[in-house]
């Protein structure tokens, strides 16, 4: 691979190649069923092929096809373990690995946002990766004043490949319901396209890093590391060592796991209210669990602007659910557009809706599992389901969407991590609204 795929035919061409490969290998004999896949159909080693080629089109791809595969697979703790397992894996790489540019490539890019006499800046550069993302690779080097760093070079024809990805992905969005059958991918495609353009920006996401890491300068939970150059598409920090997430996922102690949930958690609801920020993509690729036990936070380039901090009805309406206000949460609901003036709903039932989700802040301590998600899942999304048919009543504001995302995506690594501590009291610490009486 030299570079991304940019002309449409050549990205939609890879891409129609999953929907081919499915149906050739469901012609072995296992059905023709090519969504919705189940485990009964499928034969483990045919989905193990399913997973693999998943990785390898989105990850050749980059650019919006891969990001749709880290969004995807931050999720995975919702699907049921017969299904989860095969693609669990080959998910996981999206996190932390893809294929590589070459060395020719990245020097290109490199001369093109830090000036011709780039190397003049470093000690050393290493032309290997040491990491893959969405839109770009991570390079460990040594900068002139004898700083270990990682630069983040942006693949060329990165914002062509995420609109042409984007637009291509909502048209095959029935494939991935192989992932779980109830899951509309549409909207998290269109929601992924809102964002992707802010992303492009090295410079702007330098500048967010900048806010996170003064707002927590020498924090004992959270480490976000400095940043020491950046351009359009290359962006340097300061190197950052740990355990990644995933790692702690798949054999992390009890401890470690606990520990990178109470953090997480702690980053997510603090972040609005010291740094006016939101870290927008909770995927366990963008963090390290450091030697100290702090927290390390990689990747800013989607953050959400939250200035006065989370919103205050979001806390206020959250407290008095848990205290059984039924028609107080009702009302609050209505004024803030979840419920639509016109929609005649029973306050009670609402009640009942909202008050399993908020089971992980009911109690001092609580343990987050990929079981408990399943549960929450098939209770919401199942048709049979009374809060189904209430939910469909509901409405999310626009000014929620985005944190409704990262909080869903955050929940799915704490399932993953299946990290037990007490999250209430990261709410009453940080949550505008949750501790008010």
Known sequence: MTDIPRRALSRTAKLASLPLGFAGRAALGFGKRMTGLASDVISEEIQQRTAEQLFSVLGQLKGGAMKLGQALSVFEAALPESLAGPYREALTKLQEAAPPLPAATVHKVLAQELGADWRSLFQEFDDSPTAAASIGQVHRAVWSDGRDVAVKVQYPGAGDALVADLNQLARFSALFKILQPGLDV????????????????????????????????????????????????????????????????????????????????????????????????????????????????????????????????????????????????????????????????????????????????????????????????????????????????????????????????????????????????????WLPGFADE
């Open 186 to 429: 549409k909207p998290l495609v269109n929601e992924l396209r809102e964002r992707v353009v802010e992303e492009l920006d090295y410079e702007l996401e330098a500048s967010y890093q900048k806010q996170f890491a003064a707002a927590y300068a020498d924090d004992p939970e959270i480490f976000v590391p400095q940043v020491v150059a950046a351009g359009p598409r290359v962006i340097v920090t300061e190197w950052m060592a740990g355990t990644p997430l995933s790692k702690i996922i798949s054999g992390g102690t009890q401890e470690q796991r606990d520990l990178a949930g109470l953090r997480m958690s702690t980053l997510h609801f603090s972040g609005p209210t010291r740094a006016g920020l939101l870290h927008a993509d909770p995927h366990p690729g963008n963090f390290r669990l450091l030697d100290d036990g702090r927290l390390g936070v990689l990747d800013f380039g989607a953050c959400a602007r939250l200035p006065e901090g989370h919103p205050e009805p979001l806390g206020r309406l959250t407290r008095l659910a848990l205290a059984g206000e039924a028609e107080l949460v009702l009302a609050g609901l209505r004024g803030e557009g979840f419920v639509k003036p016109d929609v005649d709903i029973d306050a009670e039932a609402v009640l009942s809706y909202v008050l399993p989700m908020l089971a992980p802040i009911a109690e001092d301590e609580f343990q987050f599992s990929r079981a408990w998600l399943r549960a929450e899942a098939t209770r919401i999304a199942n048709p049979k389901s009374p809060a189904y048919a209430l939910g469909k009543q509901m409405n999310l504001p626009p000014s929620y969407l985005l944190i409704h995302r990262v909080t869903l995506g955050s929940i799915g690594v704490l399932c993953q991590l299946e990290a037990k501590a007490s999250y209430r009291s990261v709410l009453t610490r």
